[in-house]
């Protein structure tokens, strides 16, 4: 059976605005429904473990209805508890809280580089690619380097009145990384397939992007 990691983070506070944050809920459960439904194994991994913080759920939309009564939440593991040859694809769901610890977590990206070098496939969403700037490769060159990717602009972040709060500006870090940024329109669908690296723009890129990576693990 086809298995696929969705990665959360378990980073609570949006800086020092005193407001919440953390995983975002559409981009977790949307890409959980595409998942599931092409009957894959679907787990789930957060960067601290147990339940992680959530962000933007909207308990009126039934795709969230059915990943939060469905998904294991309150015990997710670490990347430390996982094995990289247990898994086809990771998918590391976007949210503001990604931006203090994705990049960081060290055995987390180890684990993603593993995947990808066993032949599956990356893909990330919204502020998800954040990850993508922590991820190196066994010969020591980043996995973004060269590869053309979509993540949350400048523009939107500018446009959320974030880009004092946020520790970097997501777009510049993957380019500092050698990647080729590729912005849409502000908000509006944007997903980047480069080899088995798939990354998408924001929200509204989650389910294309979660489509787009059925599409390569066939």
């Known amino acids: 059976m086809t298995r696929v990691l969705i990665a959360l983070t378990s980073h609570a506070e949006l800086g020092d605005t005193g407001r919440a ?4 809920a559409s981009e977790a459960a949307e890409p ?11 787990d789930l991994v957060s960067v601290a473990g147990g339940r992680p913080p959530v962000d933007g759920r909207d308990d009126a939309d039934p795709v969230q209805q059915r990943f939060f009564a469905e998904a294991d939440l309150e015990r ?16 590391f ?20 580089a593993a995947i990808y070098e066993q032949g599956g496939v990356v893909a990330a969403v919204c502020h998800g690619p954040s990850a993508l700037v922590g991820v190196t490769l066994s010969d020591g060159r980043p996995l973004v380097e060269g590869k053309n990717v979509a993540a949350f602009t400048n523009a939107e972040e500018h446009a959320v009145g974030l880009t004092t709060v946020v520790p970097f500006l997501l ?15 502000d908000f509006t669908e944007q997903v980047v397939v480069d080899g088995r690296l798939v990354t998408g723009q924001n929200p509204a890129s989650a389910q294309r992007a979660a489509t787009e990576v059925s599409k390569l693990l066939g």
């Not at 944050?21 to 975002?24: A, H, I, M, Q």
């Not at 977590?105 to 180890?110: G, N, Q």
């Open 32 to 42: 959980w429904g595409v998942f599931r439904d092409a009957g894959y194994q679907v």
């Open 76 to 91: 997710t593991p670490t990347a430390s508890d996982l094995t990289a040859a247990d898994y086809d694809a990771i998918f």
């Open 93 to 112: 769901a976007g949210g503001h809280g990604t931006m203090w610890d994705f990049a960081d977590a060290k055995e987390l990206v180890a684990l993603a």
């Open 21 to 24: 944050t953390g995983f975002y």
């Open 171 to 185: 777009a510049d870090a993957l380019t500092a990384r050698g990647a080729v940024h590729h912005p849409a329109a």
